[in-house]
Structures are given as structure tokens and as C-alpha cells.
């Protein structure tokens, strides 16, 4: 294998690993034994640079402020009462999310006893007892941690929002929103929805301050939330539901209702997570079949390094930057390439540019159709997914595409031979008649995540989810915020039967594995 | 071939200029269709067997809302009978579109290409990815105001029935800087309900309290904007006022 150039670390450190130099320099850390799981208050060391095998080859991750101990770190301690740290559930291995077959493993290894099985939202509902995989169906099936969000919505400074719309649980099979003390009729009325833990790693992109921020938020005109700390507007493009403007805000609410934590992390403690999450970058660098993805003369979208040398928070749907730009890498068939791994590279390209350039009729996806392209409109996927580098939205990039509303979302056939239950709750929308329908549900929607309107209490945000960094997808399936789409193909299929892409064999073959290699 | 609509500014002159037009088969409200070509897909109405051209996809930056299918349209303008047609509709310019909120499941018209309709002008947004900027340009922000600071009034207007949506922040914005810049004392917000009298004879009024909705609305969206010492009076007429688009508006006042 030749020479990978992964490239230069703050300015004087050029890392030049071979593939099998890469591997050992990553041993510590990217092996299938215990050391691939970093767990709670251990006390490592993070090294500059670190890379972790995956069903579909590497993971590469930068850290790009240099090594350091996690000893002491707030990021890597057990700060609450249960054990957990932020890295349990945002672990290396996995592209600083958590994926199913780690959950899998840990329950394995800890007949299910690990931090992240904690019953406060690692099971269904906290009433169940801890190691019954009954108990944590959702966790172990989808991925999925619940998220237990106060009803009516409080706006930041604690005023009460009053709903656009009524709520009703239709179905409750965790047991959470129909429980006398957890649930939508308990003495603090509480709605619980499950989602999938994101990533945290490539945050300056996630969290930029360029294109498209500003006072109001673009897609719906209203104020957006600010940054504490400065009154800056923010992109609110970090969580699920954009319920937290910063990460330092974002560290506070997780230590409480994820670390069951008593306390209140310091200055400096908020200060150190925040730096932490700022430097680290994750990319896949090898894709099987395709080899390494990081050669010096490789794409220069793919990649840790060059997503920390990238341009943050500008629109890559178009020809200048593009979302992932693949420059003039791949085209011809270099020495010593095999004709596979040739056209393995090949098909990556062609799934770059199906990304960029098929279209498709997009139609009734709230906060795309209604916000000045008109419904239905021809476009492509980079269209939503166009922030360059992560395929992000670059700004409030909350949409519903039916991931969580019917009659999109993954809902387990009703029939009389049916033997599995469906998993996700279900909740009955009803907006009130001195507002405006919802312009593609209508007035009672069906869903099993509210979204953003659990935030808000708007009907037009209901089902509304922020889209995620397509980074490291080979490290964290299953994908979505619910965790319904169990791979790339599973994701690639829900697409094209919401917007009748009709896309061939070859080009989910394309799609996929481009999609993989980022 | 001129490309319409060709600006934000062009916009705001439109919509203020749409009582000016020439009687005609508008306003009316109808099913919007989606006649794809080659390259963008157009939109168009057909009314009284005459089909119309209202504009085509292009992106966020453009002055010209696309209708939805599912959803009928309210359009206002007038038709300018000198310019050829376009996608085989006669031309309506200026030209504003109103989404209207109820649901119509029968306006689902979405017709593939057609090889006899192609558009004659160069879309400014391809249907991929453009070519490294917005289809259209926004207006500079006007210089920073020097003192003694003036009295400054802004209008926001609205689609029929419309509250703040995408579009607000464009005639927002210079609000919230001029307040920031002169570091407002008062700001006065007086919200207006419109209706319109269309072809056929109906007249279609906005529903009575959507004045105050809206001031209270905009209201909101300064507070949580950060302008927050200055005394907020604000204001209702919900007497529907008949005429066009420019009706529909709320009126702000920025007092240094």
C-alpha cells in the first residue's frame, strides 16, 4: 500500500502515514477489544490523530488542538448520577455518535448494565426496571434514548408557550406518555419522544455564523435564539428540535436529563467541552473495495483533514464549491490501481454527482415547498442537503420530510399475521381553528415525533426535524432521527419512495456508496 | 427577452403598483399548474380557456413565490398584453401570488415537458446547483443613519391571509437596523387587513383580527430580536380595506 498523506496539524506536524503506519498508530485505540469503547472517567490519552475500523472500512478522526487526558476532562468524567459521561454516548469508534451495533456490544458486555442503559432515558420509560431487554426495546432495536420535553412548551426564559395545536396520545407502546408520572397527565406534564444521539464532531461547520444567519431565522421569520454569552443570533442547527442555541447551553441540559447531574458545570468546565467539540473532525479515510480515501491527490471533499482546513458554513450547491467537492481525483486510472478498487472510485464519483445533479420532484416537505422554491419543485438532493463539506442545511435547517409524520414515516404493517408491534409512539395533532392548517397535513396529523413543534407549538413545525452531517455515516447506523432506516440502502429507499425518485439499481448502487465514503 | 420578475426592488414596486393595472380577467383566484420544460419548470393558471404565465422556479432569493400545488392561488396583477407568451400563457406583470391556506386537493396539475414549451430566456437558477451565487441580488443596505436621527417608516406587506413567513426578515431587517443604529426609543406598529374584489364580482376580505395578529406578530419579532428598551404602542385596523395587495401591510414606526 502506498503512502497516505493525511496532511498537516497545526502547521508544523505533517503526519505522513502509510496504511499500515495509520493503523498502528491508531492501535491504541481502533482494535475490536476493550479499548474501542472509551468509557466514563477511564482516563486515556486522545491522541492528534486516531482511526477505528467499520463494516465498510475507516473512520479517521482529527483532533485538531493536539493530544491531551481525558483525565479530569468534563467531556470523558462521569458527572451525574448514573455513571455516564458525554462520550458514552458520543463515542470515537462511531464517529462521535453511538451506533446500534455499539449499543448491541455494550449490552453484551455488561448484561446490560452500562451507563447507557441508564433508565432515565436509556429505557422506554424510567418506571421499567434496568436490564430487561423489554425495557429497552427502543435502544436496542432503533438506537433510540428518550427525550422527555415538558407540555405546554416553555419558551428559554420559562414563560409558558401557548400550543398552536391540541396533543393526544393514540399510542404508547414504551409506556411513558400514558404513565401517571411521567406522562402528558402527570403532575408536570411531560411528552416523550426517542431519538438517535448525533454527532459531535465537526461543530465549527455545525455551529457557523455564516451564510444565512441572522436576527430573524430564514425558513419561518422567526426571532432566532441567541447566544447567551454574546446576544449573537445562532444557526440553530445543532440539536434535533433547535431547543438549545450553543454547545456550552447544550453541555448544561445534557449533564442534567442525560448525566442525571446535581450540580452545575463550571466555566471552565463548559469552556473545555466546547474547545473539545470544536477541534475534533470525523470522516471515513478508507472504504472497502476503494482503498484509501485520503491520498494526497484524492478528493478534496473526503476526509478529517481536509473537512478541518474546509471553508465553514458556506453553501456548496453550486459548481464553485460543491457540497462535497471530488475535484479531478479518480478520473483516470492511476499505476498500481486495481481495476475494482478503479471502479469502486468510479462509482463514488458517479454517486457525487447523482447527489448533485439528479432531480427529482420534491413535494410537500414543510420549510423547503414553502419557502420560496414552490411546491412541488424540481431539484436535487443537494438542494436541502447543500452546506459544503457536511451536506448540511446551512442555516435553521429544521424540514419535514416525513421521516416521523404519517403517512411517510416507518410504521410496522396492521394486519392480522402481523407479530411485531410497532415500536414508536403515536401522537394525534389537532390544530386550532384560529390558525392556518398546516399547508400539506392539513389539521390533524399523525405523527410519532412532533419535532420542533414540541419547541415552538406551532402546527407548520410539526414533524419538523434539523437534518443531520452526512460525516461518518459508515460509524453511527442506524440513520434519521428515529433511527428508521436501519443503513444507507434503508435511507437511500426511504427517498425514493417519498418524492417517486425512481432512481436504478446503479444509481442507489452510486449513491450508496458515495454516501458511505464521506 | 426581459426575465420576470427581474428583482426584489422590482417587487416592491410591483406589489405597490398592482391597483394601477389594466381591468382585466384579475384578480381571480384559481389552481395554480406546474408545466415542467427543460430546463426550470414554469408556473402557470388557466382561467375562461385563456392560460397565464405567473413566473418560474428559480431560488430563495427571487421576488416571485411560487404557488403549491394542493392549495389554490389568489392572483393580482395585471397582463401585459405586448410581451410574448411564456410557456403558452399570456404574461402577467407585475404580478403577486397568494397561497391561499385551506387545503384544494384537486389543483394537482403537474405536467411533464411538453416539446412544444420551452422557456425563451435562460433560467437564472438551473434545477441543480447554480453557479456559485443567489439568482437575484438584494439591495445594499442603505448607508448608517448620522444624527440627529429621524423618524423612519417601514411597511411589511403580505400574501392574502399571510402572517410572518420566509420573507418577512427582507423587510424586517432594515427595521431592526435602523432601530439598532439610532438606539429607538418608540416603535410603533400598526397592522392593516385587506380585500380584494375579484373579476367575478366576489369580494374576498382577510378574516377580521389578523390586523392586530400581525402588529402583535412583528411586535414579538422586534423584541426577540434584541430591541428591547423602546416603549412598543401598537395597533389595529381591521376595517378591510378594499383594493390590492398593498393593503395587506403592517406599518412600523422607528422613533430615535
Known sequence: MGTTKIGRIRGDRLLLLTGIACFAASAATSSDGPSRWWAPGEGRSFPAYLSYANDSGELGLLNDGGAFETKGHPFFEPLGRNGRACVSCHQPADGMALSLKSIHERWEATDGRDPIFAVIDGANCPNLPQGDPASHSLLLKRGLFRIFLPWPPKARDGTPIKPEFDIEVVRDPGGCNLDPSYGLNSANPTISVYRRPRVVANMQYVLHRNFGIGAFVGKTGEPALRDPENGQPVNMNMMADAREPTVKTQAVEAAITHLQFDGKLSPEQLQRIKDFEYQIYSAQVKLDGAGSLVESDGPPGMGPYNLARGEKGVLGNNITKWVIPVGDAWQVKKPGESDDEFAKRQSILRGQKIFHFRTFWIKDSMYLNNVGLGNPVKRTCATCHGMHMTGMDTANGWMDLGTTNLPWAKEAPRNPWQTEDELMPLFKITCHKDVQPHPYLGRVIYTQDPGRALISGKCNDVGAIVMQQFRGLAAHAPYFSNGSAANIRELIDFYDRRYNIQYSEQEKTDLGNFLTSL | ?256
Not at chain 2, 69 to 88: F, M, N, T, Y
Not at chain 2, 196 to 213: F, P, S, V
Not at chain 2, 216 to 231: N, P, R, S, V, Y
Request: a negative charge; charged letters at 20%.
Open chain 2, 1 to 256: 427577452m426581459r426575465l420576470l420578475p427581474v428583482s426584489a426592488a422590482v417587487l416592491a414596486s410591483a406589489s405597490f403598483a398592482a391597483q394601477a393595472a389594466e381591468p382585466g380577467p384579475l384578480p381571480f383566484v384559481a389552481c395554480p399548474i406546474v408545466q415542467d420544460t427543460p430546463t426550470v419548470p414554469c408556473w402557470i393558471v388557466e382561467r375562461d380557456g385563456e392560460t397565464y404565465y405567473l413566473g418560474i422556479q428559480s431560488d430563495v432569493s427571487a421576488p416571485f413565490n411560487p404557488p403549491s400545488l394542493g392549495h389554490k392561488v389568489l392572483v393580482e396583477g395585471g397582463v401585459d398584453r405586448s410581451a410574448p407568451r411564456i410557456c403558452g400563457g399570456l404574461v402577467i406583470d407585475p404580478v403577486t401570488v397568494s397561497i391561499m391556506p385551506e387545503a384544494s386537493p384537486e389543483c394537482d396539475d403537474l405536467r411533464m415537458v411538453n416539446p412544444h414549451i420551452s422557456l425563451p430566456f435562460e433560467p437564472p437558477r438551473p434545477p441543480g446547483p447554480s453557479m456559485g451565487r443567489l439568482a437575484f441580488t438584494y439591495p445594499d443596505p442603505p448607508a448608517a443613519p448620522q444624527p440627529p436621527f429621524e423618524t423612519k417608516s417601514f411597511t411589511v406587506p403580505y400574501e392574502f391571509e399571510g402572517m410572518v413567513g420566509f420573507k418577512t426578515p427582507r423587510f424586517l431587517n432594515p427595521v431592526l437596523l435602523y432601530a439598532q443604529q439610532t438606539n429607538a426609543r418608540r416603535v410603533e406598529i400598526r397592522g392593516y387587513r385587506g380585500a380584494t374584489k375579484l373579476a367575478d364580482g366576489t369580494l374576498l376580505a382577510e378574516h377580521e383580527g389578523i390586523a392586530r395578529a400581525r402588529a402583535e406578530e412583528i411586535a414579538a419579532m422586534l423584541l426577540g430580536a434584541g430591541i428591547d428598551q423602546a416603549t412598543y404602542v401598537v395597533s389595529a385596523d381591521e376595517s378591510p380595506a378594499l383594493g390590492g395587495p398593498d393593503n395587506r401591510r403592517v406599518e412600523i414606526r422607528i422613533v430615535p
